[in-house]
């Protein structure tokens, strides 16, 4: 047996490998193959979208979705703090503001009844990022968006499968997005996409996808845009792993209930949040937090556990404490005590779908050699 324990293995042993022989035996290899259009269509009625938009990976989706929504310039859109550069990225290289929230401390999902004090007059739209396993508590946000006139941009990227009071993630936002990396609930390899039920609204996705050709006079432009496609190669991937989202989804909650009992016993240790009214937990990954009294930190932690040939990976670092966006002049004066204090505390361990139960002993006998 392997002694060593890999943070993420995806699970590739349905019909992924009859599509990609499919692509290379027919020969269609490019964005205009075949997969892309049957991907983009199982995907949407999957989360129950009128359209879905491949794109080459999930941070591209984000630009090209913030985009496709045309908000003011310079106006503001808010976001929580917690979460990965794509968001704030896709904000920024819009001509956008950011305005960070603090998470909350249980479930590390934007702290919602911080919101309206998050919104001013320069408010345009809420990007909303679920986190680690469960979704934000979203009929709030959606109630104080409709009342401000904000759209709504949902990152599913980390709760493919997952559903809020049943209803799909990815449902959600004026635009949705998606990741497809290998440690995503669905993967491609590299790959994203964008959700809409707008028709307009796609249609401007699908444009800003493809550099902005336009369909009457092909290399004249009106719009500058980027080549965010994605291949036929990916979307062959894509399709087979959505027919078994289901016992994808089942395998994730099973991993995440033994890690709940194989660590309970440990005080230190906080432990993600099993359920809420709203969802039980997907555990995108199995995120946990030392407590204050714990003599060291998340490096440390995950120094020891490498030691012992277990992977982890550290939390999200916070947007309003992101060398890069405070030097461009965002976040200034910021301050999110929560998410600073997990981003020290927190990090993950291996929850990929191929993880055995024999990993997850060896990691919890790793764990309990930390304290
Ligand atoms: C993974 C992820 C992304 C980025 O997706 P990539 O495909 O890696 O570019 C965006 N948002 C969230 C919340 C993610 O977890």
């Keep these: 047996m392997k002694r060593s324990v890999p943070v993420n293995e995806p699970l590739l042993d349905g019909n992924e490998q009859r599509y990609i022989s499919e692509c290379i035996e027919t020969g269609w290899i490019s964005s205009e193959g075949p997969f892309v259009e049957r991907f983009e269509q199982a995907m949407a009625a999957r989360l129950t979208r009128r359209h879905g938009i491949a794109i080459c990976n999930g941070s591209a989706a984000l630009e090209v979705a913030v985009r496709a929504l045309q908000l003011e310039p310079a106006s503001e859109v808010i976001m929580p703090t917690f979460t990965i550069i794509s968001c704030a990225g896709a904000i920024v290289r819009a001509g956008l503001v950011p ?19 998050a919104i001013g007059p320069r408010t345009s739209a809420i990007m909303v990022v679920h986190i680690y396993g469960l979704p934000c508590d979203l009929d709030p946000i959606l109630r104080l968006a409709k009342d401000h006139g904000l759209r709504v941009i949902e990152d599913a990227a980390e709760m493919i499968g997952q559903t809020y009071r049943d209803r799909p993630c990815g449902s959600f936002g004026d635009v949705s997005v998606l990741s497809f990396y290998p440690n995503k609930l ?3 390899g590299e790959g994203g996409m964008v959700l809409a039920d707008d028709d307009m609204l796609a249609e401007r996705c699908r444009s800003l996808r493809n550099l902005c050709f336009k369909p009457e006079r092909r290399f004249v432009h009106d719009e500058l845009s980027s080549n965010y496609r994605m291949g036929n190669l990916q979307a062959a991937l894509g399709l087979a792993q959505v027919e078994r989202l289901d016992t994808f989804i089942e395998r994730k909650r099973a991993i995440g209930r033994r890690y709940q009992e194989l660590l309970s016993d440990l005080p230190s240790l906080q432990l993600p949040v099993a359920r809420t009214d709203f969802a039980e937990s ?9 407590d204050d009294a714990t003599p060291f930190n998340a490096v440390e932690a995950q120094k020891r556990l490498a030691e012992r040939g277990i992977g982890t990976r550290p939390f999200f670092w916070p947007m309003h404490e992101q060398p890069v966006l405070l030097e461009m002049g965002f976040f200034a004066g910021t301050k999110c005590p929560h998410a600073e204090r997990i981003a020290r505390r927190g990090f993950y361990v291996p929850s990929g779908l191929a993880l055995t139960e024999e990993q997850q002993e060896l990691v919890s006998a790793a764990m309990h050699g930390l304290f």
């Design 99 to 117: 305005v960070a929230v603090d998470c909350d401390p249980l479930t590390w999902n934007m702290d919602v009844s911080q919101l309206a004090a």
């Design 186 to 188: 669905v993967t491609t």
């Design 282 to 290: 997907i555990y995108w990954v199995f995120g946990v937090v030392l």
